[in-house]
């Protein structure tokens, strides 16, 4: 069976990073069978970095790719009914979640209005880690954040980023239903891995403020946690 290797839980979803929540989603949605192992460790993943599944001989990393290969492999019929502009429309949404990982993992790791809330909830929540090994991660983050870019923005700044982010997610989000219908698609799993890592987050950081204010945000995200839970 299908295995996929992501970070732990968090907050009461089943991933703390947006990315493996979304593989996480997308198969639950595609109804394809899998394991599901949390681990911290990404030494062992392509390019070092989480999510990857095993699946068989095959080792795939990279979200994205990931749902390619699942998708080619096992061809559930999440997305065959898409059109061309709605396939454009996903890599246009899909490439502005990235932009948003980055201010999100910037709120956790390196903004100090909310730093310590998230370490106290992991090691409230994952015994196994050590404050001295979490300090190690945060310096870790703090050399990606500035060769990435988002490390040169003052906390205000970066947080402005991200909720520009979300204004245009709540702009494509309708009042009723998914993103390209009354059925959700893989680029709802793909805003729910992310939109869950805040709206659940019990930290009140300002990407979390307009989440909340945002009933249909709200709304979506429930709808494919209830699905996937």
Not at 60 to 88: C, H, N
Not at 199 to 219: C, E, M, S, W
Request: aromatic content about 14%.
């Amino acid at each position: 069976m299908l295995t996929l290797y992501s970070y732990p839980t968090l907050f009461g979803v089943a991933d703390n990073n947006g990315y493996g929540l979304k593989v996480f989603a997308f198969l639950r949605l595609a109804g394809v069978p899998f394991r599901h192992e949390h681990i911290f460790d990404a030494s062992k993943a392509p390019r070092g970095q989480l999510p990857y599944i095993v699946d068989g001989d095959d080792t795939v990393g990279d979200s994205e790719t990931i749902l390619g290969y699942v998708t080619a492999k096992y061809r559930p019929p999440i997305d065959a009914a898409l059109t061309t502009a709605q396939r454009t429309t996903n890599l246009l949404i899909t490439r502005m979640l990235d932009d948003l990982y980055w201010v999100m993992s910037y709120s956790r790791w390196k903004d100090e209005r909310y730093w310590h809330a998230f370490r106290d909830a992991l090691l409230r929540e994952h015994p196994g880690l050590t404050e001295e090994g979490l300090t190690k991660a945060q310096a870790f983050n703090a050399q990606r954040y500035y060769y990435q870019g988002i490390g040169r923005y003052d906390p205000d700044a970066a947080m402005a980023r991200g909720l520009a982010d979300l204004g245009a997610i709540a702009a494509l989000i309708p009042p009723q239903g998914y993103v390209h219908g009354e059925t959700p698609t893989s680029i709802d799993a793909g805003i729910y891995g992310f939109i869950a890592n805040i709206y659940f987050y019990d930290i009140d950081t300002p990407l979390k403020q307009f989440v909340t204010a945002h009933g249909n945000i709200v709304r979506h995200c429930r709808a494919i946690h209830e699905a996937v839970s």
